[in-house]
Each structure stands twice: as structure tokens, then as C-alpha cells.
């Protein structure tokens, strides 16, 4: 369990059934064997990291896995994946895949910040709660500035705040400001909103960083063009996510500056993001921006997370904590019920203390997954 402080303090508990302990094969060339499976155990609301890939996806990976073609990102599945970013955002932009979505972020901040240099970000923010450190390692030492704000979005009030505490030599140089859409709490900048910090932030010579691991949901719920909560509104480089819309691996740097990208790929190679089988990670990327396929995962999830939100609070009276806007629901539950729905198989998070918990709708959760839940959570709810 990972916990973050007592009170109101950010938290992420995992309830779930254990992993076997590791056996050793006997005899003297002994190795490691892990048995990965799990006791009657339901993951569709833990994360939507845990759905499988997409047919679409796994149908392009399938076609790319013939023949021999160049490595390192010389091939037709690469090009064709920028290309259709370019298309997609409507704009010329430098485009860099990576594995994971710690390495874009990390990476990219590196990219827009010297050692000596800061970001502000939200104290919720993944990059601060979940990356271990990652973005002050590969800037070698940038201080990530935490502030505040309502349901996981950025208060420009607090920023100026907090900048007026670095305002000389001895403290680090504000350089970027990051911003997750959609939040970790599950709501989304709208373009206004994303403009009015991406002004702030030009205004005091800063870049705007955007963390999209679940940017394909914030698009499809504001049923907007991508250009219009990116570039368009001042941001400057864009860290979109695959992982959580269907992909198995696989999310892009993009950087709408063209300028700021300058030798990323030497810093990708050096942070061994550099895939040499590079087709296999960019043909599934292929196979979902293909006839909008990621904007249909992403509208499935949101529309399954709206759903289960209102059978929570109608069926069950629970109460949604903050608004559901894209495919996350945070509710307030008792230790007891809790411990119930994991006794019965259910595996989900809590976020926050004493009593907020998350449940995360994928691309490929179905109304019944949600109808066993919502049957489990009427047979214990006393």
C-alpha cells in the first residue's frame, strides 16, 4: 500500500487479492518462476490500464509483424503514425514515441528545463504522485512546485502566488508550468481555461506542459478538435496517451514548438526509450487513430463511468465526489463496504482519506461488468 499522509492526505491503496509468493525450480540451474494468477478477481475498475489492446490495435500490430523492415523508427508504420498526428492536430509538429507514459513525461520536462529550473504542477499530479522521482531525475534536479486547486486543475491565483516566493537567485527559476488532462481527479480543462494558464505562463516566459494520459477522454468529451485544447490555446508540448485508450505500450511526445524539440532524440536514446523494433510500437498506434477509433474508445469509457456514477448515486445513494466528466468516479465509501466488494472479487483504488475511492472505466468495459457491481453493491450496502 502507498500512502501519502494521514487526514486528507493523497493516497492510492490498491484492494486486491495478493500475488502467489515466487517459486524456485529445484536442481542446480534453479530459476525464478512467478505464478501470476490471481483468486476470482475482477479488475475492471482498478485502472483502464488493466483492459487488454483494442482489436483495432492488435489487428495493425498483427499486419506489422511480417517480413523484415528497417529498426529505429526507419519504417512505414513510424512515418505514417506522425503523419497522421500532423493530420489529426492540424499543424506541423515534431512527434517522438516512447513506452511508458513516465518516460514522456520526464523526458519532455527535461527537454524544457535546465537543473537549476522548476514546474509547477498540481499536488495531485501523476508526475508528483506517481513517477518516483522520474521528472527531478531526468531534468537532474528541476524542483516540481506544488500548488493547489479544485478537482485536481491548476489555480492561477496560487501560481502567482507561488512565484512570487521565487523570485531570486537562491531559489530554483520557474520555467513550466504542467497541467493533466484529464486531471487525476477526473475532470477537464476546457479551452479557456487551458488559454488562461498558457497566458500566464507566456506572460512570465514559461512553457505549458500537458500530461494526455488520458487526453483521447478529454477530447471526446468536449467533442472538440485537437487542436483546440493544445496548440491553439498555448501549449507546447504534449505527452499523449495510448496505454489507457487501448494500446498496449506506446505513448507520443508531441512537440507543437517545433524549436523545443532539438535533439530529443538524443535524450530519448539516452533514456532508453529509443525502440529498435520500432514498427511495433507505432502500428498500434495505427490501428487507433485510424477512423477515430481512440475518440469511440474514449466516448465508451466516458459514457460507462457517467453511467455507473448515476446507478451509484440513485441505486445506491453513494455520494460522487467530484464531477464526472471523463471515464473516472470518485466516491465516498465506508471501510466496511470496502472491505466487502473486495472480499466478493472487486479490485479498485482508494485515493483519498479516509474514505474516497476510484473507479476507472476502460475502452472495453461492458454494461454488464457494470450491472455485477452495481448487484454486489446492493446486496452489501446495509
Not at 231 to 243: M, S, Y
Request: hydrophobic share 40%; proline share 3%.
Amino acid at each position: 500500500m502507498d500512502s501519502r499522509g494521514p487526514g486528507l492526505g493523497f493516497v492510492r491503496q490498491s484492494l486486491f487479492v495478493g500475488f502467489r509468493h515466487t517459486n524456485l525450480l529445484p536442481g542446480p540451474n534453479a530459476i525464478s518462476k512467478i505464478d501470476m494468477s490471481q483468486s476470482g478477481g475482477r479488475h475492471e475498475f482498478a485502472s483502464d490500464n488493466t483492459a487488454g489492446i483494442c482489436p483495432e490495435a492488435w489487428a495493425a500490430l498483427e499486419k506489422a509483424n511480417t517480413s523484415e523492415v528497417s529498426s529505429y523508427g526507419e519504417d512505414q508504420w513510424t512515418a505514417r503514425v506522425c503523419d497522421r498526428i500532423r493530420e489529426i492536430f492540424e499543424t506541423d509538429c515534431d512527434v517522438y514515441f516512447v513506452f511508458n507514459g513516465t518516460a514522456a513525461n520526464a523526458l519532455a520536462l527535461a527537454q524544457l528545463c535546465h537543473s537549476f529550473e522548476s514546474v509547477i504542477c498540481h499536488e495531485h499530479s501523476h508526475i508528483h504522485t506517481d513517477e518516483c522521482g522520474a521528472p527531478e531525475f531526468f531534468t537532474k534536479g528541476s524542483k516540481l512546485l506544488l500548488i493547489d486547486g479544485a478537482n485536481g486543475k491548476i489555480d492561477i491565483g496560487q501560481a502567482e502566488l507561488m512565484l512570487a516566493r521565487q523570485n531570486e537567485l537562491h531559489s530554483h527559476k520557474p520555467r513550466a508550468i504542467s497541467i493533466t488532462q484529464s486531471t487525476e481527479l477526473g475532470a477537464i480543462y476546457i479551452p479557456e481555461e487551458i488559454a488562461a494558464i498558457s497566458g500566464f505562463a507566456l506572460a512570465r516566459e514559461m512553457l505549458l506542459h500537458m500530461d494526455g494520459a488520458r487526453f483521447a477522454n478529454a477530447v471526446a468529451a468536449l467533442n472538440c478538435a485537437p487542436k483546440a485544447v493544445t496548440w491553439e490555446v498555448g501549449v507546447d508540448v504534449l505527452c499523449f496517451g495510448g496505454t489507457k485508450n487501448g494500446l498496449g505500450a506506446g505513448e507520443l511526445v508531441i512537440f507543437f514548438k517545433k524549436e523545443l524539440s532539438r535533439e530529443f532524440d538524443y535524450r530519448l536514446k539516452q533514456g532508453g526509450q529509443l525502440g529498435s523494433k520500432m514498427r511495433f510500437l507505432a502500428a498500434p498506434w495505427l490501428g487507433l487513430l485510424t477512423n477515430d477509433v481512440w475518440l469511440r474508445n474514449a466516448q465508451h469509457a466516458n459514457r460507462a463511468a457517467s453511467q455507473l456514477a448515476n446507478r451509484l448515486k440513485t441505486e445506491a445513494k453513494i455520494d460522487i465526489v467530484f464531477p464526472v466528466e471523463a471515464n473516472g468516479v470518485f466516491f465516498r465509501m465506508n471501510e466496511e463496504l470496502a472491505r466487502d466488494l473486495h472480499a466478493r472479487g472487486w479490485h479498485f483504488y482508494k485515493f483519498i482519506e479516509p474514505d474516497v475511492y476510484r473507479l476507472m472505466c476502460s475502452w472495453s468495459v461492458t454494461d454488464q461488468t457494470i450491472s455485477d457491481f452495481m448487484a454486489d453493491v446492493a446486496a452489501l450496502n446495509h
